[in-house]
């Protein structure tokens, strides 16, 4: 039963691959060209002797792996069904990493932790997850199911699950009400202190021109072309 399961598994692993990236062709180029798949297998192996107490072994597959793929996933991090890696170069994943089913990882990320205990260090994905290039996601936190994280983003505190995560650090931007699929956008500090900034060179250049006994020049429309966005200062979601 157990190879059984195993097979399917790992089935599943090359109908991953074809799900998420339309340039697969066929099973073998998965089996031979893809190192996502490769680190994925290679961890299954690593994984289940770090669990049988087996020393040293499963840290050397580990290293094997690494340079082969350009990915270290730790023998202790615990993935879950359908994971994939797409290009995979620079892909870290700590110890204590906790990965759900359906995760997708880009190039670059890092699931990565800020103690030195020996206790959960690193962070839980939930199921769904997709987390951009380059994106840090660090610490003991938990990201809900079906979270999107931006590339390049910097995350350190915890997400709900259905929502969209960008910045440095993160902040949440936009969240899925999963019951009918509605888009809530959320509201962007950044845009609002561009506003606010706006707003007020606008009252200076009046206030200047008004001493100088000329005609102000601005006419009051954003220096873009349009209206940025306001929104309450109370309302920013960080993450």
């Known amino acids: 039963m157990a190879l059984v399961r195993l097979i399917r598994s790992i089935r599943r692993d090359v109908d991953t691959v074809f799900t998420h990236d339309p340039a697969a062709v066929s099973v073998i180029e998965v089996l031979l060209a893809y190192p996502g798949f490769h680190a994925r297998q290679f961890h299954r192996l690593a994984h289940s002797l770090y669990n049988w107490k087996v020393p040293v072994l499963p840290r050397l597959i580990s290293h094997i792996s690494r340079f082969f793929t350009g990915i270290e996933i ?3 991090a615990k993935i879950g069904e359908g994971f994939f890696i797409d290009h995979g170069m620079g892909v870290v994943i700590g110890e204590t990493a906790e990965i759900g089913d359906n995760v997708m990882l880009y190039q670059g990320v890092t699931l990565g932790g800020t103690s030195m ?3 959960k260090r690193h962070p839980t994905l939930g199921n769904g997850v997709v987390v951009g290039a380059g994106a840090h996601v660090i610490g003991a936190i938990t990201i809900g199911d079906n979270v999107r994280i931006g590339s390049g983003s910097v995350v350190v505190k915890p997400v709900p699950p259905n929502c969209t995560v960008v910045g440095i650090p ?3 931007v ?3 009400d999963p019951s009918n699929g ?3 956008k959320m509201p962007d500090p950044e845009a609002e202190a561009i506003h ?3 707003k007020k060179i606008t ?3 009046r206030r200047l021109a008004k001493l100088e006994g000329r005609k102000p020049e601005d006419d009051g429309e954003s220096p873009l072309g349009e209206d940025l966005p306001m929104a309450s ?3 920013h979601d960080w993450v």
Do not use: W
């Open 233 to 235: 200062a109370s309302s």
């Open 170 to 172: 993160g902040r949440i």
């Open 182 to 184: 509605t888009l809530e």
């Open 117 to 119: 205990h020996k206790t």
């Open 74 to 76: 730790h023998p202790g």
């Open 203 to 205: 009252e200076l250049e």
């Open 174 to 176: 936009a969240k899925v």
């Open 196 to 198: 606010c900034l706006h």
